[in-house]
């Protein structure tokens, strides 16, 4: 087991051409803990990590390990140990001898050694291919290697950089697991970084949400899904992607309304969340509607049916006008030239978002459903999701 240690990050930026990739970020790592951070290709995982590591110098800020700032500290003296979506193995040397490469780099003892890679190896169930070339490994293979490499250091801080991006998805879960089992086994304080949601939901103690460089949210991965604090974190979160759509709020003759275009969803005044929402009377905002299960609620035509076996995913067309381009809400809007055919924006900040005016309706298998039939999406204000122009959460 190593020293557990934590990270604090303060107002961090750095800018690259006047233009910031991280962008006055304050976060902490507390002891042993497994922090994931998520977002979109180009939101700023990537610095944030090689700022923590040394690699780059902020532009401002400071990062601290145990409270102290390491600004002075070049990255050998950190006992950090990085793991690349690369791998970078050296294909010319044996398993073993990947893993023992940083250990010999420091004159250690062969002995030492030669007992610290067989620890390392059999932390990461590869004591049988230490005598192997990394190119009559698998991908999910290569990475434990290095896995092993950065772990037989015994770091106080592990860093993982996209560690599984070119590990086939058979062997993803798999390695998502084992991953886990090692940083809790060992100890180590771990920030990892990932595009896919489906590592921070299952493997981070918590998650912090990027987008642009800036922090939209970090908490525990069940609070963030169901309580997300922006329209961003909202719509990156969830499969299949949650549909965003345009609606205006009236509240009028003892009810509130919902006007989402060609059909609205109505509020009795009774209802405790009404005075909430009659406090935007007239005001736009952004629904953000999730897969939601077959009933009486909103109506139309269903556009495509995915057979996922277990169940039917049947994209309904129900006349929603699709939400507008954000001006700048922390986060860089989709150029017109990423509009399509179909007339909505695909790459809300990296964010594939479902076709406009349609939302994703679950059916149990064995439903049968087809193109052109009609059907209802059983939709309550329970299920909304509500944010303003400016992409902050309305909460009822």
Do not use: C, W
């Not at 922090?35 to 532009?59: E, H, N, Q, Y």
């Not at 106080?156 to 940083?183: F, H, T």
């Not at 908490?219 to 974190?233: C, E, K, M, N, Q």
């Not at 609606?247 to 109505?266: C, F, N």
């Amino acid at each position: 087991m190593v020293d557990m240690v934590a990270i604090a990050v303060r107002a961090l930026t750095k800018a690259f051409d006047g233009v910031p990739a991280v962008d006055g970020i304050d976060l902490d790592v507390a002891p042993g803990e497994m922090l994931v951070v998520l977002g979109p290709s180009g939101s700023g995982k990537s610095t944030l990590l090689r700022l923590i590591a040394g690699f780059d110098t902020p532009t401002s800020g400071a990062v601290l390990i145990d409270g102290v700032p390491v600004a002075d500290l070049p990255a050998r003296e950190r006992n950090i140990a990085m793991v690349f979506q690369s791998y970078a193995l050296y294909p010319h040397l044996t398993v073993a001898q990947n893993i023992g490469f940083p250990l010999r780099a420091s004159g250690d003892d062969p002995g030492a050694v030669a007992a610290r890679i067989a620890e390392a190896a059999r932390h990461l169930g590869i004591v049988d291919l230490l005598n192997r070339l990394p190119e009559h490994l698998s991908g999910g293979q290569r990475q434990r290697v290095a896995l092993a490499r950065a772990l037989v250091r015994r770091p106080s801080i592990l860093l993982l950089d996209e560690p599984m991006s070119n590990v086939d998805a058979g062997g993803r879960a798999e390695l998502r697991a084992e991953i886990v089992s090692l940083v809790r086994r060992l100890a180590v304080t771990t920030v990892y970084v990932t595009h896919d949601q489906s590592d921070a939901l299952s493997m981070a103690d918590r998650v912090a949400v990027l987008s642009d460089g800036v922090l939209q949210q970090i908490g525990r991965p069940a609070s963030i899904y169901a309580d997300p604090a922006t329209l961003f974190v909202a719509a990156f979160l969830g499969t299949p992607r949650p549909s965003l759509l345009d609606a205006a709020i009236y509240a009028e003759d003892e009810r509130v309304v919902l006007d989402l275009g060609s059909q609205v969803l109505t509020l009795p005044s009774e209802d405790p969340r009404s005075a909430a929402l009659a406090g935007h009377h007239t005001e736009r905002v952004t629904v953000v509607l999730r897969a939601l299960p077959a009933g009486a609620g909103l109506t139309g035509v269903v556009r495509r049916v995915e057979n996922l076996g277990h169940e039917l995913l049947a994209q309904v067309d129900v006349g929603g006008v699709p939400h507008p381009r954000p001006e700048r809400a922390g986060q860089r809007a989709a150029p017109p030239s990423a509009r399509t055919e179909y007339g909505f924006y695909p790459n809300y900040e990296g964010v594939s978002l479902a076709p406009a005016g349609e939302v994703v309706v679950r059916l149990p298998a064995p439903a049968s459903v087809r193109v052109g039939d009609d059907l209802g999406a059983a939709v309550g204000f329970d299920d909304l999701l509500l944010f303003d122009r400016a992409g902050k959460r309305i909460r009822l």
